[in-house]
């Protein structure tokens, strides 16, 4: 029998993480899992942390060349997975003990459905909440995927939240072409596009997963060049699927877009201040 879930972990560089992100994936409370890790050439010593999971016979560990980026790694490490369902998390992320089989449970009760997505605390390095119960932009249960696409847009932010977030029906991100990073800074809400216009959503309104604030999003470059992305997408989902977004939706998300990237940096740059005045 194949797996039903297979969960794909792209590494690089997490040696300070990487345990805390595989022992949340190894407690989870749904037990027919393949856990597949690909570390991409990391030079801080992640693959050495890796290998006291190499006797769990859940567990394969490979290697990925360097170059490629995100990209790469994502879809090298997807591309190796079994199961019906394919769950990836970063390797700096938690997921919750009942992730999995709160959204297993999901997909296999809509049988329409291509994509779950739960909400998620913000985590900072010491794993302590931020900022709890973030996501989904209050949708709930089954939702038309072209209406999920919707509202993502309009949201001016990735509702659906961080890979770790959701789970993807295989056949259905294979046929799509896999991950893609047409918009580099968007490559987890672009696939959940194109995966949303093959069927439905299944929005699991609980707090699931933790997703862990790093230095390199306080970037005020950053910030410009992920709202610009957005504007993009949005341009692209106007375009290319038409109906789906209304030119009035175009300017609301793009707008939407540029101030969400305003307040992330400001949040940042004050989660900062506070984690220095805690060190």
Partial sequence: MSTTVSIVVPAYNNADYIERTMDSILAQTHSDLEII??????????????????????????????????????????????????????GDD????????????????NPHAVLAASARDIIDANDAPVVRNRGLAGLSGTVDGRAAVRQTVVSGANIFGEPGCVMIRREVLERVG????????????????????????????????????SDSQWSVRLAKSQSEQAAAFHHWVHDEHPGVIS????????????????????????????????A
């Fill in 178 to 213: 896999w991950w893609d990073s047409t918009f580099p800074y968007l490559i987890d809400e672009t696939t959940y596009a194109r995966v949303l216009f093959e069927g439905d959503l299944v929005a699991v309104p609980r707090s699931l997963a933790g997703f862990r604030i």
């Fill in 247 to 278: 030119r009035v939706d175009l300017v609301r998300g793009n707008l939407a877009a540029s101030i969400t990237a305003i307040v992330r940096r400001l949040a940042y740059v004050a989660l900062r201040r506070r984690m220095s005045g805690a």
């Fill in 94 to 109: 938690l997921i919750y003990p009942e992730m999995v089989a709160a959204q297993f449970d999901a997909l296999e009760a």
């Fill in 37 to 90: 890790v690909a570390d991409h050439s990391s030079t801080d010593g992640t693959w050495d942390v890796l290998q006291k999971y190499r006797t769990d016979h859940r567990v394969t560990l490979i290697r990925t060349e360097a170059g490629g980026g995100a990209l790469a790694n994502w879809n090298r490490v997807s591309q190796a997975a079994t199961g019906t369902y394919i769950k990836l998390v970063c």
